[in-house]
């Protein structure tokens, strides 16, 4: 209903006014709808099935989830299928794959995401071949024969960004699949299905939801029958999202424009104070002018974001120190939260490749000059 108005919507538009009923009478906006269960029609009496046909919302949702999807998929440019989780969504995609598949991905990248494809390699004979997110010759030079190509733009946690338009644009030209990740950008900051890519994948645990309180995941495409493989996917592995959960992304997601430029520009303060501080060695934020990737996520970004990482002058034992002297930012490993969180990312399995001082900061909508105190107290004091 919302996609043939004109002028077309634009997205802080889109985010909160998409997925409503817009049924005189009726709530607003849908409701939690607590069903697994559909009246099938069948029985006598003057009860009509559900309006969409549903019998049991493993495999036909409900409004709820629909609403969810409708929203993200308008934002992101397709159809969306929504699951309990991102790892869920990661996972209905890689999932596809056939034995011996050919896969590209990047170096730095979630550990969630590694771990699938380490599986397909042990289980299913996948060859994977992980290159630097930025090296985009590399990329276009190993597309040839490859099953897909999983991309993660800014990557977690070291903030890369991959030349989307171009590597998308070659592999839809040469007929490869191509996923990307794209939980850091938001679909407010960033559409690959624009640009060539098959699916566009959020962990809306993040950004979507925002208040690190629910679990959830979508993929987005525009091929009819990946959408249909998908589905499937969720039908089978029973990976379908929580009634509560899809109500609370989308109630996130209608804040998602004003969160995110306030987060975004508290983001930008602190990466240049952190820039400046004697403790600090390097600060990766594509929104520093200084940062390789500036340029690209210029022209291809509709802003840098709100996640950052810095290296610590220091070990990893001093830079866990000075994270336990926060009291505002919490140490806590999700992001695109409302609060600031940080992580050293080194510290979990499967990180070991970074550098031991980094900690990737999520920044929240507290007020700046009280997260960069907070920041400068936790620094102070110690070797
Ligand atoms: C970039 C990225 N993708 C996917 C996921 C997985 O999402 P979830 O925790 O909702 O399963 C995460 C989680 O941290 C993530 O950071």
New binding site residues.
């Given amino acids: 209903m919302q996609e043939n108005r004109e002028p077309k919507l634009r997205p802080e538009s889109i985010a909160v006014a998409a997925g409503r009923p817009g049924i005189v009478g009726q709530p607003l906006n849908h409701p939690v709808i607590a069903a697994s269960n559909f009246l099938s029609g069948e029985q006598k009496g003057d009860n009509e099935p559900d309006a969409q046909g549903r019998e049991y919302s493993r495999g036909d949702g409900t409004d709820t989830s629909e609403a969810l999807e409708d929203a993200v998929g308008q934002l992101e440019g397709g159809r969306a299928v929504s699951f309990s989780?991102?790892?869920a969504a990661?996972s209905s995609v890689l999932d596809q794959l056939p034995d011996n598949a050919r896969v590209l991905a990047p170096e730095d990248l979630?550990q969630?995401?590694a771990a699938v494809l380490d599986n397909g390699v042990r289980n299913h004979g996948w060859q994977v071949k992980r290159l630097p997110t930025a090296a985009t010759d590399r990329w276009l030079g190993a597309l040839d024969g490859a099953d897909l190509l999983w991309l993660?733009s800014p990557s977690?946690p070291m903030l890369e960004v991959a030349d989307l338009p171009t590597i998308c644009g070659a592999a839809s030209a040469a007929g490869v699949a191509v996923a990307v990740?794209n939980?850091?950008a938001t679909p407010l900051l960033q559409q690959p299905l624009t640009f060539g890519a098959t699916f566009a994948i959020h962990?809306a645990?993040?950004f979507i939801g925002g208040h690190s309180d629910l679990?959830?995941?979508i993929v987005v495409t525009t091929h009819d029958g990946a959408f249909d493989a998908l589905l499937e996917r969720r039908l089978l592995g029973g990976a379908v999202p929580g009634a509560l959960e899809t109500f609370l992304a989308l109630r996130g997601l209608r804040t998602l424009p004003v969160r995110l430029d306030r987060a975004q520009s508290n983001a930008l303060v602190l990466a240049e104070r952190l820039e400046e501080h004697r403790l600090v060695q390097k600060v990766h934020y594509p929104g520093l002018p200084d940062h390789v990737g500036h340029a690209l996520a210029n022209a291809t970004m509709a802003g840098p974001g709100s996640m950052l990482s810095f290296e610590l002058a220091g070990s990893d034992t001093s830079t866990d120190i000075r994270l336990s002297r926060l009291e505002l930012i919490a140490t806590a490993t999700?992001?695109g939260s409302v609060e600031s969180t940080i992580e050293r990312r080194a510290k979990l399995a499967g990180q070991e490749h970074i550098p031991p001082t980094l900690c990737r900061l999520s920044v929240g909508l507290e007020h700046v000059d009280d997260l960069w105190a907070d920041l400068e107290q936790s620094f102070d004091g110690i070797s």
């Fill in positions: 989780s991102g790892m990661v979630y969630g995401a993660e977690n990740d939980t850091f962990s645990t993040k679990l959830a995941g999700s992001l």
